[in-house]
């Protein structure tokens, strides 16, 4: 069985709904969705997922503990663990032990544009799938000043492998425990120094895919340029269609809100007028099934780039986000 995974927790409640949202819509309602739990803050969800048949809370102890216990010997590796506290956006790598046998991963903060198809297409030829242009910056993923990058790596590699965690596509059973042990033992033998010290997971991901030589495919390197889209939020040149984008006529696949954090949608929904890029197209998917609750604004909208504010303070305030 093929399915869609994802990882959330209370607090992307919102990201999240706008997320099963369009899939519902893109990819049909019938489409198994398998959530990772970020933490135990899962109340909302739960409740929201009993009315949708196709989706379930993924709930294996074993393999989330599993995977606790991988990332607190990987961080480890790389800072100080007395002060390291051990977060929940690692257990996405559930997902390879999960019910799917192929799967493809988007953060709550995506929206689904178009049939995933091709992505799975590719995975009877590859193990993992991205689609993404995080390989033009490699800096967010390895030390580019640690000698030994290029003795793990050679710059072929780094130049072409490296991508976003938000969205991939992947098989289940390509990290197993003697995997995993494997890899721990790498990073204890020197090679943690090579990982960017800021990004959680994501360096780690991209270590784990590079060092077990998995064959690795891109969208956006391996489509013609004038079929290619990108995805990120950040591109404000997309142009929308019916609550579809599309990139110079290219339909996108997926969009990703990257840089707008959770706090923020989570205070738009609760009526606060504070405009982030494509939030009109956010607020449909949100709102898709209970448009009676979409805000209405009445007042002239702030930019979510704006220092801290009165706003933001209030509106975190009214959702019991901060005292």
């Known amino acids: 069985m093929n399915g869609i995974c994802t990882l959330a927790n209370d607090y992307v409640f919102d990201q999240l709904v706008a997320l099963l949202n369009s899939i519902d819509v893109i990819l049909g309602k019938e489409t198994p969705v398998c959530i990772y739990p970020f933490d135990q803050q899962t109340q909302r969800i739960a409740e929201e997922i009993a009315k949708r048949p196709n989706v379930f809370l993924y709930d294996d102890q074993a393999s989330i503990n599993r ?6 010997k990987a961080a480890a590796e790389r800072m100080n663990p007395s002060k390291h506290r051990l977060y929940g956006a690692h ?6 032990d999960g019910p799917f046998d192929k799967f493809i991963y988007l953060d709550a903060d995506t929206l ?49 492998e490296i991508f976003c965690s938000g969205f991939y596509g992947a098989k289940r059973g390509l990290f197993n425990s003697e995997q995993t042990d494997w890899l721990i033992e790498n990073l ?9 010290g800021g990004a959680g997971e994501q360096p780690l991901l991209n270590y784990m895919v590079m060092k077990s030589g998995l ?12 079929q290619k889209t990108g995805c990120s939020a950040t591109s ?14 290219n339909r996108l696949t997926y969009l990703h809100y990257i840089g707008v954090p959770p706090q923020v949608t989570q205070a738009v929904c609760a009526g606060e007028n504070i405009d982030f890029p494509y939030r009109d197209l956010f607020l449909h998917y949100r709102y898709l099934h209970e448009p009676e609750n ?7 909208a702030q930019s979510y780039q704006a220092p801290a504010t009165n706003l933001l303070t209030r509106a975190l305030k009214k959702i019991n986000l901060i005292k």
């Not at 091709?118 to 030829?125: E, I, N, Y």
């Not at 242009?133 to 790596?153: A, C, E, G, M, R």
């Not at 142009?239 to 599309?246: A, C, K, M, T």
């Open 67 to 72: 995977w606790d216990q991988f990332m607190l």
């Open 91 to 96: 257990r996405r790598f559930c997902a390879f």
């Open 112 to 160: 689904v544009m178009n049939s995933l198809d091709a992505v799975f297409h590719q995975l009877d030829v590859y193990d993992f799938i991205v689609y993404d242009f995080q390989f033009k910056d490699i800096s967010k993923i390895y030390n580019t000043k640690s000698p030994k990058l290029l003795q793990v790596f050679p710059q072929s590699r780094l130049d072409t």
């Open 188 to 196: 204890q033998n020197g090679e943690a120094e090579i990982l960017y």
């Open 215 to 226: 064959k690795t495919y891109n969208f956006a390197q391996q489509l013609p340029e004038n």
């Open 236 to 249: 404000k040149h997309f142009e929308e269609q019916d609550y579809i984008l599309y990139d110079k006529g």
């Open 294 to 300: 979409r805000p209405n604004f009445t007042t002239t």
